[in-house]
């Protein structure tokens, strides 16, 4: 049974930096996609940034330039640096891991705050 959990959420203020990771169990972590979704009230669920077992990268544009995703597969955790925050970053922000089967699972989620 695949397990993820999530750390490193918090508050912050606009400009600075959190970085959040994601370690995982019950899978061979090294074949998965891992990705990072955020969930802001009263919207839908987005992809943020995604990272394939070859390391290749995928962001939203909102991220670009700011937020770097990254794993490290002999610690089965996955990372996602965000730099430059900005209030309109603000919400619950979940780790995703995608097998090669196309089972998807999914994180507690994290709270990140970024206040103005």
């Known amino acids: 049974q695949v397990q993820l959990v999530e750390s490193g959420g918090g508050l912050v203020q606009a400009g600075g930096s959190l970085r959040l990771s994601c370690a995982a169990s019950?899978?061979?972590?090294?074949?998965?996609?891992m990705g990072w979704y955020r969930q802001a009230p009263g919207k839908q669920r987005e992809l943020v940034a995604s990272?394939?077992?070859?390391?290749?990268?995928n962001y939203v544009d909102s991220a670009k330039g700011r937020f770097t995703i990254s794993r490290d597969n002999a610690k089965n955790t996955v990372y996602l640096q965000m730099n430059s925050l900005k209030p309109e970053d603000t919400a619950v922000y979940y780790c995703?891991?995608?097998?090669?089967?196309?089972?998807?699972?999914w994180g507690q989620g994290t709270q990140v705050t970024v206040s103005s």
């Open positions: 995703n891991l995608l097998e090669p089967s196309r089972r998807s699972s």
């Open positions: 019950g899978s061979i972590f090294s074949l998965n996609t």
């Open positions: 990272i394939n077992s070859a390391g290749r990268t």
